[in-house]
């Protein structure tokens, strides 16, 4: 079996038909969902590219790995989806975005060469590249936010599109006369790009993957990583005009919230994003090109899964379509990601495995608590290896896609965001190492802890599935806060650095240094077996 | 300046007379200390061997470093003393026992070779070996305990000791007619050993210590690691009976403490070596044999301290004492080390500081809660260098040793003790994930949090110095263990890993994707500093 892993960026968990959007048609997606199971309670432990990323392809919470923010490295030496699954004998190639930045200083330090099979996959969080696109060819004052090189640039100038960055200038802008009309600024999202549609990033993403396919040895991996839907919000014919203003649903959101809000969503709210977001003509502008994005990913599944039926692959494939994190949209006054309100922190997650155990329950939706790091485990299994559960912190899914209900599952799922690189902590006075929230949510509750001194949040998500009114500060609600911190404090404790020694290892280590001589308690030499003494008997050498 | 860290094996914070034993007198110690300051309350952050010193040697709590027992491979590429002061221009030089083991598989994947100077100090815990002798050549059915080649046992076979094991049959055995009469059964710790004095294994690593230090370019820090006062309990002649029964305290236990214990605290008690420290023929003969290494071990501090006088480097040299853990000696019913009473997780900590800005706190106690992971800081602020605070979770001692207040200084410590390895574990039918202890104490309270579904344990220092009478259940104490697992949450959201970027470097990042063109939030190019969007506007290109 190989698994074709493909994650979308910014990808809200309802923007697709099979989670009911009333605009948004998505029949491709759905008809995988309705082949293999929908999990509606899915989480990423980081609402942000980077530290979703790193959690997803390490198996670990945000805390356990480290890498808490977009470019933050990850540590060398972590294991990565790659590590696992060579160790269970799969390849494991990326094709597309990661967002991730290599330790540099640590492989240094260790004396890796980046040019080395070792030193490129440590570089590549463990990968193996067929393609590195992250998808964000923007370019400033001081020079360009990746310095890498871009395939897709270098796809493009091969095609015949002029300029140093196409990236921008076509694939992310309109036209307004002659003039560029680009997709930073929002007025312009109603434009269509000025690129032939079969050039635009995602037509392009999934033409590498069939490549690649194409030449692949089985058993294989391939993160297909899409930086769409992800702003800036503007997508070519015939997708930019597909939906208009009459589409865009209303902003979930309430005068109510902006009435002494926690101090953190207040300085989000009051950043240039969530004003933005607030304004309808923003909203009004920018929503129908989201969708229109996903409309075009959805057309891309559908090329994808046709050429997987037509190759065969569908049935020793299992299809994953995730995201790294939502879009507020406008919900809650903000705009991006960041904060732990459902259209941020939860994900779409849709698993079709081709095996016959799963047969049970394809079309099926499984509303346990799930999060991102439960995928690594699941295609460690898939891949046929054991799950190194000392270094992993996911659960394998593969009884819920099996049928089979866990004896136990996870109460609870985790999210944390670091906040320490942006300006609200600076707004807030809170010292980096204090800019850091975290979520706790178990279906009913959801609460959010605040370092720094600051209250927490917390919702009733049965009274209030709107996540409007929070009663972090409520006097009635201090018997669930407490509740809610018992679990937060029995996560902290978890173990999750014990990644050198297995329990295996240490239960079959019992015992073994008394047979290597290591006595303890003894007070004569009866006290003893004579085997274990033998060394320390008889005459004394001279 | 050089640093000279001398760690004692074993070494109880009661057992020297500057810190009030009234029958052992330790007067080269007691000289550091009137030279010094000595920390009263000194804790290590496990009371074992392997975890203690991987949080000495890394400045990071165990389960941030995650090596929670002896033989736990410390993960490569963790930092280490070595990896800080070299940073800060400072040699780092181990002379006698680590107890370190190391992460060969990690070494592997990364294609660390083991006898590149890379991997030399990856695999030695970051030091630069001088010697390199743990000190427990014990010999069982299985083979040796440690199987790496003993510098102390290649000494002895070239001062004509015979056998294969003269550590184990001269060393730590005395003579029984013609027969050995072995250190690890403790009814002959009152025999001589049979070996010369100077030939023991303290006056042996003290003379390799003045090797290296006569050739030693400063500046250097040499980690001075004795295996002493550690057992076996046996020590030669004059020190075997320079103590007997008569000098040996009574036991600071109390029958309450054997009613419905704690289970993890019933268990240990109830082992071979708790049972055999409740005998009064143990604790006789092995008190006085524990009291005699300890003499041995301070007079060598004398013939150390006397050799740095006489070569000037008493007024260039940071002496610090302290030790790995304690011993019970069958206080609380028990032998050995493992919980956190203090004769287990207090340890004796004497800093002298030759700077004149030390001068003011010589001869000084400090009450304040300090850590073992207090070191590391330390010494990279006397090697000249800068803190990584993002790495090392201890806080620099300088200010105590500059007679300076710290501002706020940490309310509680922190141990932990996993004990996933031992029988007790099998024995309680706790897994081994679960198989874990955390401490809290604020000088007032002292906390246990037992993994696995158990009760805490909670001792009330003020009225219950002794730590008889154990809280952890009283109805009266809730609010008490409450903010104690309030602390116990607050030390779990710790930030421990995000060891790839520091405080200062996301300081100074922020704002700077900005200025490299990620530009959010924006509707119209009029919402923006042209200079920021230079790149996205302007005729298309064509």
Redesign the interface.
Known sequence: MNILFIMFDQLRFDYLSCSGHPHLETPHIDRLAAQGVRFTQAYVQSPICGAARMSCYTGRYA???????????????EWTMG?HLRQAGMACWLIGKTHMNA?V??MA????APD?V?GAR?AECGFDVWIRDDG?W????????DTKRSPYNAYLKSKG???T??W??FAN?G?DG???A?G????NAGKPA?IAEDDSETPWLTSRTIDFIEQASAPWCAHVSYIKPH?PYIVPAPYHDMYGPEHVLPAVKDPRERVDPHPVYGAFMG???????S?E??RA?AIPAYMGLIKQCDDQMGRLFAYLEDTGRMQDTMIVITSDHGDYLGDHWL??KDLFHDPSVKVPMIICDPRPEADGTRGTTVDALVENIDLLPTFVEAAGGTVAD?ILEGRSLTPWLHGQKPQTWREYAISEY?Y????MA?KLGI???DA?L?MVADGRWKFM?A?GGLPPMLFDLEQDPQEFNDLGRSPDHQAIRDRM??R??Q???R???????S?AQ??A?????????????????S?TDP????????????
Chains 1, 2 share one sequence.
């Open positions: 805390s356990s790995h480290g890498a808490q923010w977009n470019g933050s490295p990850l540590r060398v030496g590590d330790d200083e640590g330090r260790l004396g890796l080395s070792i440590q964000l923007a370019e400033g004052p001081d020079g360009f936010y599109y002029a300029g960055n196409p921008h200038d802008a036209l002659v003039d560029m680009s930073w600024f929002m007025a000025n702003w950043n240039a994003i969530g004003q933005a977001f304004r003509e923003v502008a705009g991006e000392h670091d320490s690189a942006t300006p600076v010292a980096p190492r850091r975290f802890h370092e911190y018992d937060l404090g996560w902290g404790r173990m999750s650095q014990r990644v050198t020694r329990d240490i239960e280590g019992r015992g073994a240094s008394r047979r290597k001589g290591i006595l303890l308690g003894l007070y004569e030499e006290d085997e274990l003494a033998a060394k320390y008997v008889g005459p004394a050498p001279r």
